[in-house]
Nanobody
């Protein structure tokens, strides 16, 4: 049974940093598309960052480029999202997701597995 469990969310002031983690079980995440999505209140879910299957290629939304870094530790089967220079507009629930290849980690409908999310709140 595939499970994704996020952690690392919290409340910080603008300009601060957080590192989100996504622990995966039930499969080897290095063979899947992996991505982070977020959803702010009243807004649609959006792709934040992703890793393409079997590749070092990554994707970042324009709004987070240069501030966020996605990475994975295959030995720990864990996906990370390092978030620096946080802004109030980054406030959202962040979700880890995985998809069977071939898949595009920028498309939520390609991702068949989702965590329950972790809340990130940035104050000005």
């Amino acid at each position: 049974q595939v499970q994704l469990v996020e952690s690392g969310g919290g409340s910080v002031q603008a300009g601060g940093s957080l590192r989100l983690s996504c622990a995966a079980s039930g499969y080897t995440h290095s063979s899947y598309c992996m991505g982070w999505f977020r959803q702010a209140p009243g807004k649609e879910r959006e792709a934040v960052a992703g890793i393409y299957t079997g590749s070092s290629s990554t994707y970042y939304a324009d709004s987070v480029k240069g501030r966020f870094t996605i990475s994975q530790d295959n030995a720990k089967n864990t996906l990370y999202l390092q978030m620096n220079g946080l802004k109030p507009e980054d406030t959202a629930t962040y979700y880890c997701a995985a998809g069977h290849p071939p898949c595009d980690p920028t498309r939520s409908y390609d991702m068949g597995y989702w965590g329950k999310g972790t809340l990130v709140t940035i104050s000005s």
